[in-house]
């Protein structure tokens, strides 16, 4: 197991590596935790809630995932310094960024705003009057969220980036704390509708994002914010963040896009199909759960060891880390199988909705033992090499040809009708894996920096 041991004078021992790791396990573990359990309280309101509640959560699923994308390509740029001991262009780097994304995610609201007629009545299909209103109301109350959460990912992404995942840890937990024990007391002991669900979200956001940022003005820490922090646009470096971010953000949005329009074709199939598919979506979240998390981790080794220029590194850490990748997926995969029965039990779905999440968690489990990785983990060391565009391309490519074109062949055409969308899921990740697959073992990817 010559993969497990230190090397000497390499960035990260197997002590720091854990130290990044469990923080990040943790904190995708609060995230699922939270969601899960969201999802069984909106259940308690009703099938039309938990049809709403995931129209509207795939929408903005879309805009965090934007945001997101422009706090790690802010993240990876301030990372980029730091590895060449440019500590104080780094701090400006994380100034760029707070200051862009808080103004883009504000501009965001906005329009959601402007375009809700919109986004429900078209973007969404056709769809029962009580799926509908439930979220309309959902809508309103969130969006209200995302200048808040786009802070929040920004200190979360800079905080990741310097190997202090734990500060991310421990907000995330305090923030869905809020979350948990502000809809239990506003659903269960005042006895409200949906709103119990969606205030605390957006209270728990706020929290978390003024908080996230107040650390960041913490002079002691590595990055962190110049204090008063300077309103102006330093074009240099923000060039830099969007080089990485746009190409990241649009691979992104193509994504959820996708996913989007795959829940319009879902949502023609009844309200009993869009709520299984909503629970299976919040089950096989748990199931990648590692994934997620160490993928985190080889963009914060990566990047840094790319700073060295030590590309002997990069394909240690990228081999480590897909291995360990694959071993924790198989755990938490065949734990979610195993526990079904009660999940099912808890959620008190129909019989024919328990029957459709039955089948798609044991595909999904299958499939994620064998491609996920490859899919999604690998794809983090192109990016740390700036080779963002390439996984951009890629990206969007297999999400329209494979995953949309086969959905609308498998699951209309055919018949097969969502279990026929989840094979053109599974078929984009084989296109994925076999092309970034090549293109890590071409090694392009090393004059992209």
């Given at each position: 197991m010559h993969f497990l041991k230190d090397h000497e004078g390499y960035c990260f021992t197997n002590k720091a590596l854990v130290n990044l790791i469990i923080p990040l396990m943790v904190e995708q573990f609060l995230i699922v935790f939270v969601g899960i359990v969201d999802s069984i309280m909106v259940a308690s309101v009703g099938e039309a809630a938990v049809s709403g509640v995931s129209l509207v959560d795939t929408i903005f699923i879309l805009l965090i995932s934007l945001l997101a994308a422009l706090a790690i390509g802010g993240a990876v740029v301030c990372g980029q310094f730091l590895s060449k001991k440019e500590k104080a262009e780094a701090c400006d780097v994380a100034n760029q960024l707070v200051l862009f994304t808080s103004a883009f995610a504000l501009a965001i609201m906005l329009l959601v705003y402007i375009l809700r007629p919109f986004i429900l009545n078209i973007a969404f299909g056709r769809i029962e009057a009580d799926v509908s209103y439930n979220a309309n109301l959902y809508l309103i109350i969130i969006a209200a969220s995302l200048p808040m959460i786009a802070l929040y990912n920004a200190g979360a992404a800079i905080f990741r980036m310097i190997g202090d995942s734990k500060i991310v840890m421990l907000m995330s937990l305090f923030m869905n704390g809020i979350n948990i024990i502000g809809n239990a007391i506003l659903l269960y002991g005042l006895k409200w509708g949906l709103e119990g669900i969606a205030i605390p979200t957006l209270i728990s956001r706020m929290i978390a994002g003024v908080i996230m940022i107040v650390l960041l003005f913490n002079q002691e820490k590595v990055l962190h914010f110049s204090h008063p922090i300077v309103v102006k646009c330093q074009w240099l470096l923000l060039k830099k963040i969007l080089h990485i971010g746009v190409p990241n953000g649009l691979e992104n949005s193509m994504f959820q896009l996708g996913k989007i329009f795959i829940l319009s074709m879902v949502s023609s199939f009844g309200t009993t199909s869009i709520a299984a598919n909503a629970l299976s979506n919040t089950l096989v979240t748990f199931q990648i759960l590692p994934g997620i998390a160490m993928?985190?981790?080889?963009?914060?080794?990566?990047?840094?060891?790319?700073?060295?220029?030590?590309?002997?590194?990069?394909?240690?850490y990228t081999k480590k880390i897909v291995i360990l990748t694959y071993f924790m997926i198989w755990v938490t995969a065949l734990s979610i199988i195993v526990l079904l029965p009660v999940f099912l039990e808890i959620y008190g779905l129909s019989y024919e909705a328990t029957q459709l999440t039955t089948q798609r968690i044991i595909y999904h489990g299958i499939c994620i033992f064998t491609i996920w990785p490859l899919s999604f983990i690998l794809s983090n060391t192109l990016r740390a090499a700036n080779?963002?565009?390439?996984?951009?391309?890629?990206?969007?490519?297999?999400?329209?040809?494979?995953?949309?074109?086969?959905?609308?062949?498998?699951?209309?055409?055919?018949?097969?009708?969502?279990?026929?969308?989840?094979?053109?899921?599974?078929?984009?990740?084989?296109?994925?894996?076999?092309?970034?697959?090549?293109?890590?073992?071409?090694?392009?990817?090393?004059?992209?920096?």
């Amino acid at each position: 197991m010559h993969f497990l041991k230190d090397h000497e004078g390499y960035c990260f021992t197997n002590k720091a590596l854990v130290n990044l790791i469990i923080p990040l396990m943790v904190e995708q573990f609060l995230i699922v935790f939270v969601g899960i359990v969201d999802s069984i309280m909106v259940a308690s309101v009703g099938e039309a809630a938990v049809s709403g509640v995931s129209l509207v959560d795939t929408i903005f699923i879309l805009l965090i995932s934007l945001l997101a994308a422009l706090a790690i390509g802010g993240a990876v740029v301030c990372g980029q310094f730091l590895s060449k001991k440019e500590k104080a262009e780094a701090c400006d780097v994380a100034n760029q960024l707070v200051l862009f994304t808080s103004a883009f995610a504000l501009a965001i609201m906005l329009l959601v705003y402007i375009l809700r007629p919109f986004i429900l009545n078209i973007a969404f299909g056709r769809i029962e009057a009580d799926v509908s209103y439930n979220a309309n109301l959902y809508l309103i109350i969130i969006a209200a969220s995302l200048p808040m959460i786009a802070l929040y990912n920004a200190g979360a992404a800079i905080f990741r980036m310097i190997g202090d995942s734990k500060i991310v840890m421990l907000m995330s937990l305090f923030m869905n704390g809020i979350n948990i024990i502000g809809n239990a007391i506003l659903l269960y002991g005042l006895k409200w509708g949906l709103e119990g669900i969606a205030i605390p979200t957006l209270i728990s956001r706020m929290i978390a994002g003024v908080i996230m940022i107040v650390l960041l003005f913490n002079q002691e820490k590595v990055l962190h914010f110049s204090h008063p922090i300077v309103v102006k646009c330093q074009w240099l470096l923000l060039k830099k963040i969007l080089h990485i971010g746009v190409p990241n953000g649009l691979e992104n949005s193509m994504f959820q896009l996708g996913k989007i329009f795959i829940l319009s074709m879902v949502s023609s199939f009844g309200t009993t199909s869009i709520a299984a598919n909503a629970l299976s979506n919040t089950l096989v979240t748990f199931q990648i759960l590692p994934g997620i998390a160490m993928g985190l981790a080889l963009l914060t080794v990566t990047v840094q060891s790319i700073g060295l220029g030590s590309y002997e590194q990069v394909r240690y850490y990228t081999k480590k880390i897909v291995i360990l990748t694959y071993f924790m997926i198989w755990v938490t995969a065949l734990s979610i199988i195993v526990l079904l029965p009660v999940f099912l039990e808890i959620y008190g779905l129909s019989y024919e909705a328990t029957q459709l999440t039955t089948q798609r968690i044991i595909y999904h489990g299958i499939c994620i033992f064998t491609i996920w990785p490859l899919s999604f983990i690998l794809s983090n060391t192109l990016r740390a090499a700036n080779d963002v565009k390439y996984c951009m391309w890629v990206s969007i490519l297999s999400v329209w040809i494979f995953r949309i074109g086969f959905s609308l062949i498998l699951g209309k055409k055919f018949g097969l009708g969502v279990f026929g969308v989840w094979i053109a899921m599974t078929l984009d990740w084989v296109v994925r894996a076999f092309c970034f697959i090549i293109r890590y073992l071409f090694g392009k990817w090393q004059f992209q920096s």
